[in-house]
């Protein structure tokens, strides 16, 4: 089993930036993909950046390209996501999500754990 506890969301103002954690215990050594999704109310959780085990590949949704980077630290099994030039559009839950595969992907379904979530606001 792998735990995953989020943290570091908040309110913050359009323009501003925030980074969120992502906290592994348990079998983290086995879960070479680790991932951010988010979800807005009404609305279905989507991909919005993953990373390889090894950091040498990464994945981000075209709507955050550019503003959100992708991290990780093995040693402390935490990935990170940082987030500038935050939008309003970029308010919801984000969820941290890891799965044993090789390849990022980008639908919730190819992913094994997921952790609780920490609110994003970004105010106008």
């Known amino acids: 089993q792998v735990q995953l506890v989020e943290s570091g969301g908040g309110l913050v103002q359009a323009g501003g930036s925030l980074r969120v954690s992502c906290a592994a215990s348990g079998r983290a050594s086995v879960m070479y993909i680790m991932a951010w999704f988010r979800q807005a109310p009404g609305k279905e959780r989507e991909f919005v950046a993953g990373i390889s085990r090894s950091s040498s590949s990464t994945s981000y949704d075209d709507s955050v390209k550019g503003r959100f980077t992708i991290s990780r630290d093995n040693s402390k099994n935490t990935v990170y996501l940082q987030m500038n030039s935050l939008k309003p559009e970029d308010t919801a839950v984000y969820y941290c999500?890891?799965?044993?595969?090789?390849?990022?992907?980008?639908?919730?379904?190819?992913?094994?754990?997921w952790g609780q979530g920490t609110q994003v606001t970004v105010s106008s």
């Open positions: 999500a890891a799965s044993a595969t090789f390849k990022i992907e980008t639908t919730t379904s190819r992913y094994d754990y």
